[in-house]
């Protein structure tokens, strides 16, 4: 498996490749947290769990268990 959202650092951001199983939670689908959208970290709570991200404007913490299930394509920022 690849990058997912738990291994992001602050700032970084990613599009949503797919999910690891179809465990997430529906919730999680309802707030846009779909293949093809984009996902930045937003903070990783004191003891590495929740994290804070932030998928079409709105911001969400997960768990880290979950956020090993999302799989990105990283965005490279470093040009701009």
Known sequence: ????VAHLKQGQKGIIKEFE????PIKL?????????EVELVQIAPLNDPIYI???GAHIAIRR???LQI???????SGL
């Not at 199983?21 to 997430?24: G, I, K, M, T």
């Not at 799989?71 to 920022?77: K, N, P, V």
């Open 54 to 56: 932030n998928v079409n």
């Open 29 to 37: 689908l309802e707030l846009g947290c779909l293949p093809g959208h």
């Open 1 to 4: 498996m690849g990058t997912t």
């Open 65 to 67: 268990s979950t956020a």
């Open 21 to 24: 199983d179809n465990l997430l």
């Open 71 to 77: 799989e990105l394509e990283l965005i490279d920022d």
